[in-house]
């Protein structure tokens, strides 16, 4: 299963559309689109496609919305970790 980000911008908001399958990998790779589109546009997370997580990427989305990054369309599984802390506990 592979990784796809889809970036989209209208006026001052950049949505990333993400699908298939987020790791750690996949989490540094956002981070520095993160750096490099936060610095002038708000951005939001479409999480739709999203079919697997692991617990580095649940805490990533976690933190961005903590962060203010709005997430739509978040599977109800991932909303379930991040409340919980991760798939283990």
């Known amino acids: 299963m ?7 911008a209208k006026e001052d908001i950049v949505t990333f559309a993400l699908s298939g399958r987020i790791k750690a990998g996949e989490v540094a790779e ?5 750096e490099v589109e936060g610095q002038d546009h708000r951005i ?3 999480l739709k496609e999203v079919k697997l997580a ?5 805490r990533f989305l976690a933190r961005c919305e903590a962060n203010g990054t709005q997430l739509m369309n ?12 991760g798939p283990c506990r």
């Open 30 to 34: 956002l981070k520095r689109l993160f």
């Open 44 to 46: 939001v997370l479409d």
């Open 54 to 58: 692991d617990q580095d990427a649940v």
């Open 74 to 85: 978040c599977p109800a599984y991932i909303r379930e970790w991040m409340v919980r802390g």
């Open 2 to 8: 592979t990784f796809k980000i889809q970036r989209s």
